[in-house]
């Protein structure tokens, strides 16, 4: 069935580092993919999304590719900040409605 | 900005109580959700409800969920008697369409089942 395996958290980092936060799915035929995030307290808001392979989701100074060749939709950031403290959950849906998730990732940037 | 929300945004509850978590979704969407996520895991599907039905539903959600649009603007999930296991939070969601639409999630409601 369709699954999303993504990266143990939790991740710190230090203000203005490089993120990676690395996301694989299963899947059969051409599922959309997205990054969730979940701040203190709020719900998941949609961070980026991308629809078909090499597509490219940017937002924020996050971005993630589609790959359809090693099934993966990595999130990275060049510069995290302080506000970017969150959980951080890749996710896909395939024609259906419904979302599967990844475990989610927690991250923590100190000043 | 519009949004979904949740409440209570935490439920306590003994093992065999029935509860209702409530959720309104954002009034333009057409399409309602349930999800869970027990501490430590993934965030799970449960429902989802659509032209006031169940459109897809999840193993998860047995004979013990039911859901429930009562009014044109609550989406309601119902747990009839509760178990241990159920101790988790429920996210509600709304969008306007199927697949690629962003789907809009409220805050949760942390349930926990004594």
Same mark, same amino acid.
């Given at each position: 069935?369709?699954?999303?395996? #993504?990266?143990?958290?939790?991740?710190? %980092?230090?203000?203005?580092?490089f993120l990676t936060i690395n996301c694989t799915y299963?899947?059969?035929?051409y599922p959309s993919l997205f990054w969730y995030? #979940?701040?203190?307290?709020?719900? %998941?808001?949609l961070l980026l999304k991308a629809t078909k392979a090499d597509d490219k989701g940017s937002n924020k100074g996050f971005e993630a590719t589609y790959r359809k060749e090693t099934t993966s939709f990595h999130l990275e950031k060049g510069?995290? #900040?302080?506000?970017?403290?969150?959980?951080y959950?890749c996710a896909l849906?395939?024609?259906?409605?419904? %979302?599967?998730?990844?475990?989610?990732?927690? %991250?923590?940037?100190?000043? | 900005?519009?949004?979904?929300?949740?409440?209570?945004? *935490?439920?306590?509850?003994?093992?065999?109580?029935?509860?209702?978590?409530?959720?309104?979704?954002?009034?333009? *969407?057409?399409? &309602?959700?349930?999800?869970?996520?027990?501490?430590?895991?993934?965030?799970? $599907?449960?429902?989802? &409800?659509?032209?006031?039905? =169940? +459109?897809?539903?999840?193993?998860? &959600? /047995?004979?013990?969920? +039911?859901?429930? !649009?009562?009014?044109?603007?609550? &989406?309601?999930?119902? =747990?009839?008697?509760?178990?241990?296991? /159920? +101790?988790?939070?429920? $996210?509600?969601? +709304?969008? !306007?369409?199927?697949?690629a639409?962003e789907?809009? $999630?409220?805050?949760?409601? !942390?349930?926990?089942?004594?």
């Amino acid at each position: 069935g369709d699954s999303v395996t #993504q990266m143990e958290g939790p991740v710190t %980092l230090s203000e203005e580092a490089f993120l990676t936060i690395n996301c694989t799915y299963t899947a059969t035929g051409y599922p959309s993919l997205f990054w969730y995030v #979940q701040y203190p307290g709020e719900g %998941l808001q949609l961070l980026l999304k991308a629809t078909k392979a090499d597509d490219k989701g940017s937002n924020k100074g996050f971005e993630a590719t589609y790959r359809k060749e090693t099934t993966s939709f990595h999130l990275e950031k060049g510069s995290v #900040q302080v506000s970017d403290s969150a959980v951080y959950f890749c996710a896909l849906t395939r024609g259906a409605n419904n %979302l599967f998730f990844g475990t989610g990732t927690r %991250l923590t940037v100190i000043p | 900005e519009p949004e979904v929300t949740q409440t209570p945004s *935490h439920q306590v509850t003994q093992m065999g109580q029935e509860v209702i978590l409530r959720c309104v979704p954002i009034s333009n *969407h057409l399409y &309602f959700y349930w999800y869970r996520q027990i501490l430590g895991q993934k965030v799970e $599907f449960l429902v989802s &409800f659509y032209n006031n039905e =169940i +459109s897809e539903k999840s193993e998860i &959600f /047995d004979d013990q969920f +039911s859901v429930e !649009r009562p009014d044109g603007s609550n &989406f309601t999930l119902k =747990i009839r008697s509760t178990k241990l296991e /159920d +101790s988790a939070m429920y $996210f509600c969601a +709304s969008t !306007r369409g199927r697949a690629a639409y962003e789907q809009y $999630f409220g805050p949760g409601t !942390r349930l926990t089942v004594t």
